[in-house]
């Protein structure tokens, strides 16, 4: 594994925002990923939470690009994308899973940046490097719209892992880390590296390992149980050749889900689980809004 895995992450990680008003904003997190194509440069996305984009009603929202000067200096210089027009969003978003696609035009210095497609694990990608229960996970994101700093890089927080089991992907689509998941931080990557404490006999990965995207908090009766849900990186894979389909193109490599079972729904709005969730959580009817 790239033993700048952590960094490389940080540097591919992007706060969403949108104006409410002069004192307030609403905020998400992203990450850049570059997709191989055939014939052609590859290309970077932007990957999301859907319900951050869903949420922010306006059709633009700011990027916070963080651009290093020559002389060394770092400046925070927000641009506008559209995300959605008059025909609608302009994402795309997985069928059945809380994540959201967008092509983006990247800054010159953010040329490099993006994280490559491989790095995102696949639905083989856990029991290959025997990824189990107590396992550690970091992720990065911008709680209630705070960054490390006024540059605007996004905060690390690490939790490990609380579920079993974690697939196959099909039958359980996301998994829990006993971490709060704070609002803003929605859309983060969850990552596992080589230097993570890993549990007692297990192996450590020989590959990077971009677990999921951060989607949900879980609470019961209004009470946080600090628990974060995470939807498996497969479904970032699964919606990324969505969007190149859609446009009549493929990427380079396949990134979908390779198994024809159509993996159950996770729901986007605050509501009990389904009873499979609840057991996997070890707490029946539970109930989660998202970050």
Known sequence: MDADLTLDLIEATVQID??????????????LVSVP???????????????VFE????????????????????QYSPTRIPIRNEAGPLWTQNPRQDIAVIAVQVPPSYKDKAIPLSWLADERSFDQWHVSPGDEMMTLGYPHGYSANTIGFPILRAGRLASYPVGPVSSFPTF???????????????????HTERAPGA???????VSGILTKQVEVNAQRLEL????????VRQTIEQLFVARGQAPGVKVGVTSSAAPPPVVVVPKKLSPREAAGAAAAGQSKSKP
């Not at 974060?228 to 479904?235: D, E, I, S, W």
């Open 18 to 31: 949108q104006p409410v008003n002069d004192q307030k904003r609403m905020v998400g997190t992203g990450f």
């Open 37 to 51: 194509r055939e014939g052609a440069a590859p290309e970077v996305v932007l990957v999301t939470a859907a319900h």
């Open 55 to 74: 949420r922010m009603p306006q059709n633009e929202v700011r990027i916070g690009w963080r651009v290093k000067a020559a002389n060394g200096t770092w």
């Open 176 to 194: 829990l880390i006993d971490l709060t998941a704070i609002p803003g931080n929605s859309g983060g990557p969850v990552f596992m590296t080589e």
């Open 203 to 209: 192996d450590a990965p020989k590959a990077t390992l």
């Open 228 to 235: 974060g849900l995470v939807t498996h990186a497969v479904f």
